[in-house]
């Protein structure tokens, strides 16, 4: 699932992969008939290499798309990797409190909201979610076409709830820093919401190994707004095939040359959002 090579990047103690999945086994966890991709199965002991070779201290468990709102695979993983690790998880609409508050003492910090093919939910299902969310101090992590922006911004604008933007906004296909989608998500930025520097393959045209098409929205995102910046690995890069993971962690040399930034990005946003000691 990833090549073997050590990254030029040194993480600083306590870095954070803000955004990954298990997957399996899956005689024990199977996917849902609806899963938008079937990759192997990513088990814990891969992962802990992959952390050991990136150095990274702490972890972020979210809820793949393919789980739908069974979170056992995701909350098991959390509860082996104990304190060092934190939960995404997707839940029905109407959830109780009572079971949210369950899922908190689990690690849980956020609800997972996947607008794209085989998620759960839909847009207008948005201010019900940031509800249920705000009810335990939770997180709306969302994912979608980065170029619905404009159409969409009054809805997410009204949210009352922390926000946190996948995969450098995921512009399907990618567009310049003008664009007035790009300028939305400047726009959620600065009124509070995280944005995750990963997993530019999912949108980039161009590829690998600068990702020309998505590194100035990342770039300028990072000039922007250092503090609301994470990065994640988005291991085991779900239906994509297999990435170079240091890879993946040394665009931070490009796309936040100063170092300071990364540390924030690494280190000091993600324990803040997600709660670590």
């Not at 709830?161 to 998500?185: K, N, S, T, Y």
Request: glycine content about 6%.
């Amino acid at each position: 699932m990833s090549s073997e090579t050590a990254p030029r990047l040194r993480c600083p103690p306590g870095a954070t992969d803000a955004h990954m999945h298990f997957y399996g086994p899956y005689e024990r966890f199977p996917l849902a008939p609806t899963s938008p991709n079937a990759p192997p199965p990513a088990l814990l002991p891969e992962y802990r290499v992959l952390q050991a070779r990136l150095a990274l201290e702490r972890v972020v468990v979210v809820q793949p798309a393919g789980y739908l709102c069974d979170n056992r695979c995701t909350l098991e993983a959390v509860a082996a990797l104990g304190p060092r690790a934190r939960a995404v998880v997707v839940v029905p609409l109407g959830t109780g409190e009572a079971e949210l508050e369950r899922l908190a003492r689990a690690g849980a910090v956020g609800l997972r909201v996947f607008l794209l093919p085989g998620g759960v939910f839909q847009w207008q299902q948005l201010p019900e979610l940031a509800a249920m969310a705000r009810s335990v101090g939770w997180h709306l992590q969302l994912q979608f076409n980065g170029r619905l922006l404009p159409e969409r911004m009054a809805l997410l604008e009204r949210l009352d709830c922390q926000l946190v933007i996948d995969h450098i906004g995921r512009f399907m296909d990618p567009v310049p820093e003008e664009h007035e989608a790009f300028r939305c998500l400047l726009r959620l930025v600065d009124k509070g919401a995280y944005v995750k520097l990963s997993a530019p393959y999912e949108s980039s045209r161009s590829g690998p190994p600068a990702w020309a098409d998505v590194a100035p929205l990342a770039r300028a995102l990072v000039r922007h707004a250092p503090e609301r910046m994470l990065w994640a690995s988005n291991w085991p890069h779900p239906g994509k095939a297999p990435q170079d993971d240091a890879a993946l962690l040394d665009l931070l040399l490009d796309w936040a040359p100063d170092e300071a930034d990364r540390r924030r990005i690494l280190v000091d946003n993600p324990a803040r959002l997600y709660r670590f000691g």
